[in-house]
């Protein structure tokens, strides 16, 4: 009989804390062990002690609630901003302390939005399908809505019946119905934004009891499951919680996602929404953490702000719970050691008192060659990332051949990216954006964004004919995705991976295979083949945006000295000035440049005839949107083309005390000893020694035998690929 | 009778010691110190640890002595280079452990160059005046001598009478010889090459035993005391230790005063040499110390490499002999830390003993307000840096009326350059030069050095008709130095500064006041108030080479969209890239920019008509040797003109957070009240409430009596000048 009563306890309490408040953020019961927690970790108290300092800042004042009038980055976008982080945290802190003074801070700013919002039409400043109410983008009010409906949640229980309602209807209702009926089209898209817009509505509903709101947010507003919160994680990431938009986005998505399963694994545990999918949250943070550079930043994948990293609030939040949902995972601790900061909640608890008890945490999160597929069925290409090396000595390269990434995507099939010591050594541009500086466009993408980022030319991929990848049409480019041909990670010393694209381009195929090799001797070489074939006579530009000091070249070249035009008119060309060109012939061209301290060298084949341009971004710019960023860019003519390159990482300048060392490439010579649609065989010569490279451009089995030989050399082997260094397969 | 003997007996010891060897870098009871000491202070240990690996990996190898053949940065250059330094670090070791082995190491190399040096004429590669023989400048022989001479000194005692007579006449003589014969009159100058000569014939001359060289070292080869290395002292430094050729030079110099100043105190400590002129190597390595930015980079004042920082090689050994030989400087000690090594002698001890004992060492050095002056006698002008904060939010302004400061000077007279958050806001080229880098040049300066880095428009200083201050002649520039005018330092909260240069320009009469200013609302301002006087039209160009994010104008300008030209033919002009400009009139313009997050906007007053150029450096650069930086140019033509400029440091810029605060400029207006050769009265409108500086520019004297009044305002002062802000004193 005691069994069954306890038992009986147990539900009664479970269920009375389905009823109780808060129930969004954390329950009373998880409120209760935060404030235990508090003084016992470290980072637990600092993290309260930082929350506590800004809300202290403002109790007692009258706290402005602006009628909506600027852009991102102006005074009312800022303030309606700081007014939803200042609710919630004040909110947090009423159930921490007790302190009715921050339920009433709430409560008077819930009732001033309850004053304003009923009277909200569109922004003045709204430009977007989408605008908002309070903001210039309905995204910015469904913000507003997720952090506004956990702090009612959070002081409901100092509210009186006429307050909640008073509430409920003028402050929350409006956007509500805004959002599953004005917005009602874009409120059920499978988009991070709708993310955004579900957990809104998702969390409004559970504050206030609204099982309407919470239904519309999980199944669409019409409930069908469509669309809704449920859709969004079974559709926006692949199986391997690759979510299209790239890792940027991933990051702007995964904090709706944890806050709104957060509340309804409080309120509605029998929906197991954290282990929905196969726990699809866990796999969509740590594949978001994988695709990082060893500094935290993203690898920028399509739109993806370089100043941003993974100590942002979003991944502080989704860090802090999915530590605690899925179990403790050290490189999420690792993370979260950078982050310096925690949240409130049990989440944030468990991560504070691992961290505690953990003295010798590693100091990287544990990198990997990593390999995600694209799409909800994992079958629209994916994204590689090969990675040989220790801590800070990680050597990266991203290789992706996906689908488009929606709106974020940008036209970059095949393109590579390649991070070496913490540093970006062969980049993308990202997206042309300073997010919150009202004298830049609002904030908002600027133009330069899809006339220069998003164009094929920005990427180290080929552009034809000075024409971006789907003529630069993102409805053309989402009916299509690259494709991997074979990949093969297992040998840490020869990494490889292969993929193709037959649609950017309407007669030329395109095929990329890239191979990250470790020598016996400690060097690392990024060997790039990369053959374009296409019945008719085509303009192949290969560019190699690299970031560092120039050094010197092994061929002359003609310098732009004393005027500078832009190296085209369109597609993005026209942001290029060109510094420096050359054409060479016949040859292995190289050129040397020094970043932090290493030296890179690009040796090229050249057969026939080649141009070569170094280039700089900032033509057609006047409003100095963009940063000046360098290229070297390889310009070949014909139908079919191979374009063999290595990037070769070598030697050590310290300045500091004036040494240089191995300044000088060790690749001396290359060449194809056959190349064709079945087979490309390079042959590179280093310091004396050969490395060949065989591969097949026809058959990627795992079994298929291969044989090839030209008097000299003779090759046999089985699978895709093969790989000799002075005779020997690397190891 | 007891106490007698001792006193004998210490004595004796002491005249053993000046006997025995070793007795350059360390005496036989110092190494018995320093051995102890190791298993004491983990600074020492890991020294120690370092230097062991580094030469435990060459014993018992036949190390390479090759014909010197390569300029800086090639193999036969690095690897003499590398060999004085093992040579030095295997005689230490020898000293510390008693192993014969690495005694043998020195032996064997020491014997190898006393068969090659007697063979060496000027080095393939010598293009200087002052040739090398075994590198390509006598400068880096001078490197060998110091070390090399100290080697032989720390393995003497291991080597028999034949070996000893076999170095001293093959190895150390011809290169003695060379240096007091044929490159005598470069032996004999006062310049910092010449103290790097002194000290290795000195050193050599210790360690050997011969007077003649040690005295030719300390008086010049006539013995006269006209020059060698007392007149290096007495003639180098200004009294208060700066040092002509600016910090970046203290820097190279510092290291054999320090190290020869070590072995003449060893062995003849009657000369105090530490004590000479009033301890006048501590006031240099100070006066260094105070012109580095917070991360310990030097002031680019003259040729400076900025990647070199006081972590420095050079700077270890001053500072660790320093601190032992000066009392225990806690600033010193800050920087030790920071250096993360000591050099492993009594100084070494001293310093790593001292921060094994100190938990809570200040972040960094203690930076203040400093006025250095220039010239042997302090009579040629000097350099001022304001300094206003603490820890890394110190801001510091950088004032330049110096003398030439001889070959490594630029003709930058009444230049500023401006830090802020450890960041370099307004600056300086630096020099052009890839030290240590084969492929640049040989690592020597480059042509762009001379050609563009020392131009006045490459800094941030008034350029009059396109021509370079003494038309870009070294001699005349020689000739002349600037002049203080007054300054007041006292009050943190409003630092001013003022000084001229009449002689720069044929006619024209350039005085420059600068404030530094802390107003009470917490913001900081630099105002820089500079007059071109002359009876003749001329064309002033007054450039703000400032580094960030070009944000935005309070104007509207042209920008080159399609094609860029160099702004000028000469004297630095073809060099740079003209991006934009614009026409202004009667006005007040004002450009904003970001720097790590931090806003600054230049205000700037136009009376009459005015143009702005936004530029880029990198035109006629064929080699890709010039860094790209920007510079904002503000063109007025006429006889006289006043530039009124505000730099304002304001708001923030958080990427991670996207939040943006305080991003536009609080100066609104800015007037001229009364202009002329007695007084300037400048009125600046910072939201709202006026800033108005009165200066004198006739009288300086701290008790004369001013007035003004224009009927709205009433003005009396005493002294140089006058500032109130909003009716009051700034405090």
Redesign the interface.
Known sequence: MKKLSTVWCILLLQLTAFAQHPKTFFTQQEAAAVKKSIALYPLLNQSYAAVKKDVDGWLGKDIDVPVPKDPA?GYTH?KH??NYTLMFNSGILYNLTGNEAYATLVKHMLLKYAALNPTLKNHPEATSSSPGHIFWQALNDANWMVYAGMAYDLIYNSLNAGERKQIEDGAFKPEVDFFTKGLKNWFNLLHNHAVWACAGVGIIGIATGNKDYVDMALYGTEKNGKSGFIAQMDNLFSPDGYYTEGPYYTRYAILPYMLFATALNNTNPALKIFEHRDSILLKALLTCMQQTNTNGSFFPLNDD?K???Y???ELVVAIDVAYKMYGGNEGLLTVAKKQNRVILNAGGVAVAKSIAGKKNLPDYFPYKTIESTDGAKGNEGGVTVLRNGKGNDLTSVVFKYASQGMGHGHFDRLNINVFDQGNEILLDYGSAR???????YG?RYLPENAKYATQTIAHNTITVDETSQFNGNVEQGSQYHAEKLFSSITNPAALAVAARENNAYKDVALQRNIYLLHLPEGKKLLVDIFNAASPNEHQYDLPFQYSG????TSFKYT?D??????LGTGNGYQFI?K??EATVKDTTIQF?F?NNNTYYTLSSLVQGEAQVF?T?T???????NL??ETACIIRKKSKNQTFLNVLEIHGN?????????H??PQVQQMSLLRNDAEYTIAMITIAGKPLIIAQCNKEFGQSGKHAFSNGEIKLEWTGPGYILYNGKELQ
């Not at 300073?434 to 830049?440: A, R, W």
């Not at 300048?653 to 060392?661: G, I, K, L, P």
Request: without cysteine; negative net charge.
């Open positions: 980055g800022d901003k700081a702000l100043d941003k990293d100590t942002s609030n300073f997010v919150g500086i009202e004298q830049k904030g000091q120039f050094i010197n310098a000295t004393q005027k500078q035009e832009p000035w510094e420096a040397t020094l170094f700089r900032g033509a057609n710019d006047p409003n100095f940063r000046r300048y310290d300045a500091v005390n004036e040494f240089s060392t300044s000088y």
